[in-house]
């Protein structure tokens, strides 16, 4: 992730977040959207007892992607 | 943006207040601070959680009840009629726009419904954007505040500053961010794993590959190995050899059959004893190929130290069924449904240490054993020998019969939920049994080779070894192309996983320290604000508090600046209670102050009760004079509920309606009404006379003392008449005979330097009639305690004497256009030039 990124004082927790996430995508195009696409998992943080499972499931999905990736990326070079 | 005022509050059959078709109303001024003053069991806690209940939507001391209290069904008041609750509210937009009604009920199901009678497009969003953790506070909320961890409190703090959703994404991409995590989910440590043992293996396979090239080409390979060289190589000689290319009917080397080729030399040769030579120089081959590896060793010490890491982490749980009573007991803490830590929630006994904490600590004990657990599954499924000894077991140079094997049960002990010492030490002792097996197979096979090729022409041997040479050179280059492969598919994706992994680790850390940034920059910014103010309510700079945000993470420290001289110490440690607690409230009040809440209110609900009454004097006046709008033009509208009676004595001192607006509840709940009743400044007056007129003497004299104690309190403080260092200002029966000595003393002072500004007409009655009938028919009784009843109409006399005492101290002013009195500035001069 390139570059410090700073909120603004001026903005609501939400738009920073928003803010921070758009920075993310731009510094890192290949991996930042799905770190947005799949925070519906992990936000609102769960509770003690559920967050384990919340963290393997967004785990999971960030795996399923890869993989995807890796054998699109196969099927295009061989 | 538009900012919300609380204009009024109406309660109907909420908890304590019943008020059936008659509700409790209480109208709030927006332009001065509101009391409500209610003694104890009145409503005042019931009038807080309305106000809670119409903005949360719950009411978080019910909420954390245990469920069997069924919390739900406190909501509603015991005795009202229908059971459902009402609680409607009025907004002022302190942008002179219309003001907006809500209305919110809760039926006897417990079903919340909100309606704006106003009109107002979204009234549950707009109650949504009220709910900040400053609109609501009360003393629960700062001792906790005080008391917290330094991570809580930063956690609280960020709340406080409207960063709380920063806070919680922070805490999600910890969680995401944790290296153990990400190794288990993404199973980063046994990709790892699998790609070195895969380039182990090609590693073994080039070997055999170099030696059945040495064995075919009768010399060594180059250093780099190319495949496609070395297969059109082989092809080559193979189509040299006129029978064996006579049964090659394609052009690449690994399609090449070689059953067909020794079908076809059988045919031409025609000898048994060539076959079984051919046989044994592949499972001669084969079994080379099984022989153990140099980590084998180590791998099994590996498994075995983690198999032993578990059984005593095993050793130290209590088993399943305390697994399950721990992770419900964590379950009724994490979901509140039981609360107190150190009661426990089965037999409510009593507990010396917390139970949330015993919990956690039982239930990492389970945790230690299940990630061991994973090690060795990993261990199993990564490692090198457990595959050899099924290797060995499918060999058909070792002819190990289907009954005889063992992997298949081993691999389900081992690799399963329950694996064992003894089941390692079975496997070990199988695969030194298998292996000892191969060793002699070998040995046999190499002695029957040598037989034969004594029998053999020799052509046909040397045809027949290079036969198998070029087969055993065809598998071998199959199985590298397939484990090159394999090592590119596993370091792509280990290298793609790790990137994530590193890419969220940066992730996570760049946002904690804008994040810290903005923390540090927001507290510092109030740093000023909750200074000034815990100076001016404790009256003492030789405390400097300090909060001290941590550079690397959310803990927030309660410090102290200067202590006596003193530097960076705990004030947690050294500050006593109501010196702590007024440096939390100071700190909510500058953060309120730094709000950007749609809240323009703040109530605050029996803040001072730790405080004794020069402390609470001081906080009502920086509330009145430095917090509050309109005081402060950019400060909240604030409200404030106590039973304190001394607090009360603060309101009555408020001399108009402009600064102060008070309100004291009354009734008989929670079952009779509850009712306002709003305190103008002739309250005690009006009381002590309906009392008096009534016959009630006996309840009307303390009402005579507190009234006769604030006018004459009232003329010291507006004509700052000096007092003595001792004079107190404690509610004791001495304080009226106080103030009239102390009157009298300056007015006998000036007079005889001549400066007394009072007329001699005033000065006269004050002498010899008011002052004398005070003394007279109050302070030698009542005040001295003699007990002699009076009569309800000398006690009338003493009422008109304090007004007309405090009439004695003002003059006719024509500032306002007509004649109105008017305190004089002091004993010396008008407060104008009338």
Known sequence: ?78 | MVKYFLKRLQIEGFRGINNQGEPLDLAFKTDCVNSVFAANALGKSSTFEALAYAINGIVPKLERLPASDNPGGYYANRFHGTGTSTVSIILQPDDGSDDVAITVTRDPSGKRSVVSTSGFPNPEKLLHSLNTELALLDHELFLEFINDTPLDRGRTFSGLLGLSPLSEFRQVLEVLSNRRNLNTDLELVTLASLKTREEEDAHNIENNLRAAFRGFFSKEPGPSLDLEAIGKAAIDALNAVPVVAAAISVTSFVDVSFETIRNAVKKAEASNERDRLALILRHITALENLAPGSSEDDEKNKLRGSLEKRLAALAETRGALFHELYSVIQKLYDQDTWSDPLQCPACESKLHEPLPDQVTQRLQQYKDAESELKVIQDHWRTSRWPARLKSLEDSEAMGVAQTDRSHASLAALLGGLQPTLDGLDGAIACLDRLEAARQTKRRELLAEKEKLEKELPPSLVALTEQIEHASNLQQAIKKLRISIQRVADLTASLDLRSAWATFIENVSDEFAKAEVRLSTSKTTALETDYREMYKEVTKNPEIVPLLKKSDTSEELHLRLARFYGLSDLSAATLLPESYRNALAICIYLAAVLQSSSTARFVVLDDVTSSFDAGHQWSLMELIRTKIAYPANPNGPQVIILSHDSLLEKYFDTMETKTQWHHQRLQGLPPKGLVYPHTQDVNRLEDAARQQLLAGQTDLAMPLIRQYLEQKLLHVIRKLEIPVRLDFSIRDDRKMVGNCLETISGALDLHRRAGDLILDSGQIHDLETVYMPSLVANWVSHYATATGVSLSPYVLLGVLDSINKVTSCFMYPCKCEGSLQPRFYKNLTAKACGC
Request: proline share 5%; charged share 30%; no cysteine.
């Open chain 1, 1 to 78: 992730v390139a570059g410090q990124f700073d909120f603004d004082e001026k903005k609501t927790a939400q738009e920073n977040i928003e803010a921070f996430l758009s920075h993310i995508e731009s510094a890192n195009p290949a991996l930042g959207p799905f770190l947005r696409k799949h925070l519906d998992k992990m936000v609102p943080l769960p509770d003690a007892t559920k967050r384990s499972a919340a963290r393997a499931s967004f785990n999971g999905e960030i795996k399923k992607v890869l993989d995807a990736a890796l054998v699109a990326l196969k099927a295009k070079h061989g």
